[in-house]
């Protein structure tokens, strides 16, 4: 399939080395997308994390072990998998930005695109999202509910990125170039330790634009050809081999 | 012409066809598709005006000055508040969630009162205060009647309650255990005065000795803040982290090393630093210089250190060195689960920041001046830190201490979070009538005789002054964001209230004028304050501190070794001592801390095949004061003989989202005495396991 | 037997056309009204005295933020800033101030061109537009439209599809992607 070029691209920077997986960006992601509570937090194959911390180690003995914490939000592929397989368009990368949709009423649940995922971002709703009683007076209006039986995602709170738009045309701004800062994801917003870094990597004026040139920056599974436009940076060895299924004798 | 079948027919089809000409079909098709996405048993959004109102949170360990963002006047979603110096722009992954806390099914609706064990009556506020005003006037003017906790270090309603305390006639004020008790047991020893801060802003190596900095220790988003400004994504380090504990928490995962320090031993550890740089010719004009250092070279030799806790004399030496050239080190020591530590370990790291020379002086260790009372009779920060509450419900337990008449737990759920649970759970069941002031329907709460929620973060007045490990005395403080959604009171009004109708005068008619009065007599601006910005100030208090060596002398012991030690540690997405799993963070759980209802706990492989354990299999643990079933995780971020065990499981009140999901590892928790100091102190657990 | 069966046959082309005649006469006439209920404001509420008596213009109430995004319907706070206490003599005032706001509760307006929770609309991106391009004229009017309620879907009459959005995109060459209204 074309892969579309945007004049913007919307682009996270995690910064692994900072990332101390204290799960502030995933609760403030729930909050922020109506994802309901979920009784049973660990059954991992049923619960609904747009926005997921992964735990690594660099798989050595005491005490030679080392641990990172790796966010995992939609990566927002530059040549998604997720979309081609979509039977009924539910599902595209075609707004400038390149955000990847997610169309709820249009998702007929067949889950294509959850298999053709490799970074397991898509999540599919088991059960009718239930508040406990009143918490829905609690619910964000920037995202809306979704009954069971359809696949949702992270978008990088794109109903954010709506919002500032609107904020610089009453600027009288141009509503594609907007400043650094001004359009930021709910885990961004949450992160205490700053290891969230996002903006238009396209616009020479974000910093995000220089970020992803750091010699330490890396993207998950770049050999499969995803383009995601979320880039990681650590500065140890042992985490950036992990980004990708390389043999031993390849170069990295 | 009569109809006959044939005519009727024609008729129809006629029908049919015109109806193909006209909207009825395909109109009604379209709208029949468009109701099929109403889902109607789905809640709808609700929209309006977004408004953002500043507000503090004390569900974490530490106070955090969030933005709440409301819809229509609703709060729906928190993030941090940049303007705020207490914790410049972070939020907890409690406070996150705490627009949806305010619709937790936890939450306790109106004041109650125990008909029966377990069953509880909704009673008015005049009724219930008129309940404890009879209690209350009962015991009056008689020491030891009275036992007041809290679990709000930060509060001027602490004041309040620490005020009212000494108008009943009772000595028994406490705050729940954390690490400012030790600090201000330590503190005491060296002959200092004021609160110990730590300014971590201004440092460029920070060495944490046990201090879990980024879960449990001190202001823990505001430590989150500093570290990620000191380490910009992308440019150069400027800060240097060294994290010393047992177990590779988050703390040591994002710090530049880790040294493997068996757990509850971070006296020795530091004691053993101070014999390298001693050696290297560091010293301090202090009156009792010479005795610590007879004292550290005599007695903490790097062998002797080795064979206590476990690191070589190499990664000493090279430790001492770096920070010893360092321009700005910082030694801070703590529990590695924010509570238990002895004043030793304080003491210890202070010794470490005076031969430093970093007593005093910018990015070092600060001591730093309390803000005026509010309440003249309250006890001073420093005071009511230093009690002891395990100390004392320990007492109660063993008889040593009567029980007191009335017990009030405000903010704080002593039942289920304090150590040996089952012994102090039984300690505060011998009292005849227990007060909760919860928020929730705690463990506390599930038993007391008389329930008085104060309101939730968003619904009231609160303000914070000075957590223990900033850097700087601050004060902050909040107004409502939205009005209170259940028959809530504040604790400070009922107890102001009480105080009158018992003839106490503690100079206040509201808890809005006593944090005003409070903010007054700091010197800061009650409308900026609520606003969101912090008031800040540089006073400190005299810096010369002594080694206090003799109290070293006794009070650190050296451990026998051979046993199997508990590491418990704290995460902040599990909940905090006064919260337990909030409903939103139930996902962000470590599969390798819950599984369903099994708790793990986490040990490296050489301890397993000595302990005859392998991933996923059962193992019971037992301390002094009870035991715990969990399954066991191979995680080699562990050190060998350690035990490392999340705290903030097994709750049995609360609701859904956190009853009966795992075991409280503050059960086995073994309470000790400190000697030298006499405070009880459980850091250093041991556990049999079976 | 021949005449019979022409007057048979004829007899069959006037049912037909009967048939179809009644058809078209429902689904064009009866039907557009029977699919909707008709309800009416909770309050009758008249923009002419406001407008014109009052000398206000549509931007006093349904004002842009300074972030752009749009107020929509006011709320009893705005509407508190003049009626505190009941200004005028009208039953819909007194109505308004003794059920609504005295008791503190919203006013609950049945809004014409209500969008589903998964729409994104930006009045700001739309600011171009006259408001009557896509709103009814009530500006000048002393009464409220009828609300009808189409009794299948549950949606306003007057509820853009989202075909028409999809029309003024693509003519006046926005984009059409799905997330450039959908959320």
């Known amino acids: 399939m074309q892969q579309i070029e945007f004049d913007t691209k919307w682009t996270m920077v995690v910064d692994i080395d900072k990332c101390s997986g204290c799960g502030s960006c995933m609760v403030s992601c729930q909050a922020e997308n109506n994802i309901a509570p979920m009784e049973d937090g660990s059954n991992k194959l049923k619960t609904l994390t747009w926005m997921l911390v992964y735990e690594l180690n660099n798989g050595k003995e005491f005490p030679e072990r080392e641990s990172a914490y790796l966010p995992r939000p939609c990566m927002q592929c530059g040549n998604p998998a997720c979309v081609p397989v979509c039977p009924v368009v539910a599902t595209t990368k075609d707004e400038e930005g390149g955000i990847v949709s997610q169309i709820y009423p249009r998702c007929i649940g067949c889950r294509y695109c959850m298999a053709a995922c490799p970074y397991h971002a898509r999540y599919f709703g088991w059960f009718d999202p239930i508040w406990p009683e009143g918490m829905e007076k609690a619910l964000s209006p920037n995202t809306s509910t979704r009954p069971r039986g359809v696949v949702e995602k992270c978008n990088f709170c794109h109903s954010r990125l709506m919002d500032a738009r609107a904020r610089a045309r009453a600027e009288g701004m141009d509503p594609n170039k907007l400043p650094d800062g001004w359009y930021k994801p709910a885990c961004l917003e949450a992160c205490p330790t700053g290891a969230i870094s996002f903006g238009d990597s396209k616009n020479p004026e974000h910093k995000v634009h220089d970020l992803i040139k750091d010699k330490n920056a890396f993207r998950l599974l770049e050999s499969i050809g995803m383009d995601p436009q979320v880039y990681y940076i650590s500065r140890r060895d042992w985490v950036r081999e992990q980004s990708d299924n390389h043999l031993p004798k390849d170069k990295h | 012409m009569g109809i006959d079948r044939r005519t009727f027919i024609q008729l129809v089809t006629g029908g049919v066809v015109g109806s193909l000409f006209t909207p009825v079909i395909w109109k009604s098709l379209d709208d029949a598709a468009i109701w099929s996405q109403n889902w109607s048993w789905i809640p709808r959004l609700k929209y309006g005006q977004i408004t953002e109102h500043a507000t503090i949170s004390k569900f974490g360990p530490s106070p955090c000055s969030l933005m709440v963002k409301s819809v229509a006047g609703s709060p729906y979603v928190a993030k941090g508040n940049a303007e705020n110096e207490m914790s410049k722009g972070g939020v907890d992954a409690i406070s996150a969630g705490g627009a949806q806390l305010l619709y937790s099914p936890s939450r306790v609706k109106g004041p109650m009162k125990k008909v029966a064990d377990g069953k509880y009556e909704s009673i008015s506020w005049d009724d219930a205060e008129k309940m404890l005003s009879e209690k209350l006037s009962a015991v009056k003017g008689q020491a030891g009647k009275l036992a007041i906790v809290s679990g709000d270090a930060t509060g001027t309603s602490s004041e309040v309650l620490s005020a009212f305390a000494a108008g009943m006639g009772s000595k028994d004020c406490y705050l729940m255990p954390g690490d400012e008790q030790a600090a201000a047991v330590a503190l005491e020893n060296m002959g200092g005065s004021g609160q110990i801060g730590y300014d971590l802003d201004n440092s460029d190596f920070v060495l944490l000795v046990g201090a879990d900095a980024m879960n449990s220790w001190g202001s823990v988003v505001r430590n989150q803040r500093v570290y990620a400004d000191k380490r910009p994504t992308g440019g150069d380090i400027e800060s240097v982290y060294v994290y010393a504990g047992p177990f590779l928490n988050s703390t040591a995962a994002i710090s530049d090393k880790w040294v493997p320090v068996a757990p509850g031993t971070g006296s020795i550890f ?176 599930s038993i007391a005789d008389l329930i008085m929620p104060n309101p939730h973060s968003f619904e009231r007045f609160d303000d914070a002054q000075t957590p223990y490990g900033v850097g700087t005395t601050m004060l902050s403080a909040c107004a409502p964001v939205i009005e209170p959604l259940y028959n809530g009171k504040s604790t400070v009004d009922v107890i102001l209230s009480v105080a009158s109708g018992l003839g106490i005068d503690l100079g206040y008619e509201s808890v809005e004028a006593v944090l005003q009065a409070k903010a007054e007599k700091a010197g800061a601006d009650w409308d900026s304050l609520v606003e969101g910005v912090a008031y800040v100030s540089d006073s400190t208090e005299s810096d010369s501190l002594k080694f206090a060596a003799s109290v070293l002398s006794k009070a650190v012991t050296m451990p026998k070794g051979g046993e199997i030690a508990l590491a418990p540690y704290a995460k902040l997405n599990v909940g905090s001592s006064t919260m337990a799993i909030p409903p939103l963070n139930c996902v962000t759980v470590s599969k390798f801390e819950l599984q369903g209802k099994d708790l793990f706990v986490q040990i490296n492989g050489k301890t397993a095949k000595k302990l005859n354990a392998s991933e996923g299999s059962t193992v019971k643990l037992s301390g002094a004061g009870g035991e715990c079933v969990a399954r066991v995780h191979i995680n080699e971020g562990v050190m060998n003989d350690v035990i490392a065990a999340p705290l903030g499981f097994g709750h049995t009140a609360w609701d859904e989202f956190s009853r009966g999901k795992g075991d409280n590892i503050a059960k086995i928790l073994t309470v000790g005495t400190e000697p030298g100091t006499g405070m009880a102190v459980w850091t250093s657990s041991f556990v049999s396991v079976a | 037997m021949e005449e019979k069966r022409a007057s048979k046959q004829c007899g069959g082309v006037l049912a037909f056309f009967i048939g179809v005649l009644a058809s078209l006469v429902i689904g064009w006439w009866v039907f557009p009204q029977v699919i909707y209920s008709q309800k009416t404001q909770p309050i009758d509420f008249s923009h002419k005295v406001h407008v014109e008596g009052e000398g206000m213009d549509c931007e006093s109430c349904h004002t842009f933020m300074e972030d752009g995004s749009f107020a929509g319907l006011p709320s009893n706070e705005q509407c508190a800033e003049c009626h505190e206490d009941i200004l005028g003599e009208s039953k819909a005032e007194e109505t308004y101030v003794n059920e609504y706001l005295n008791k503190d509760v919203e006013v609950p307006w049945l809004v014409y061109q209500y969008q589903p929770d998964n729409v994104y609309f930006s009045h700001m991106a739309h600011k171009g537009f006259e408001c009557t391009d896509c709103h009814p004229d009530v500006g000048n009017s002393d009464t409220l439209p009828t609300y009808y309620e189409n009794r299948i879907s549950g949606y306003s009459k007057q509820t853009m599809k989202m075909w028409q959005c999809e029309r003024c995109h693509a003519e006046v060459g926005t984009s059409n992607a799905c997330y450039v209204c959908h959320k």
């Open chain 2, 270 to 445: 530091s004691l053993g630093l101070a014999y390298h740089m001693l050696n290297a010719g560091a010293s301090a004009s202090v009156a009792d210089f010479a005795d610590f250092k007879t004292l550290v070279m005599s007695r903490f030799t790097p062998d002797k250190v080795e064979k206590a806790i476990g690191v070589a004399p190499g990664v000493m030496a090279g430790l001492a060195k770096q920070l010893m050239s360092a321009s700005a080190p910082l030694v801070i020591s703590g529990s590695e689960f924010g509570q238990g530590a002895g004043a030793v370990d304080i003491i210890a790291a202070s010794a470490l920041n005076m031969l430093l020379g970093r007593v005093g002086e910018q990015g070092g260790m600060k001591l730093l001046a309390d803000l005026p009372l509010a309440v003249d009779a309250a006890a001073s920060r420093a005071e009511l830190s230093s009690r002891d509450f395990a100390g004392y419900l320990a007492a109660v337990a063993t008889d040593k201490v009567k029980a007191p008449e009335v017990m009030m737990a405000y903010e704080a759920n002593p039942v289920y979070a304090m150590p040996q649970a089952t012994t102090m759970a039984a300690a505060i069941a011998k009292v005849p009538f227990l007060v909760s002031f919860s928020t929730w329907m705690d463990e506390t709460a």
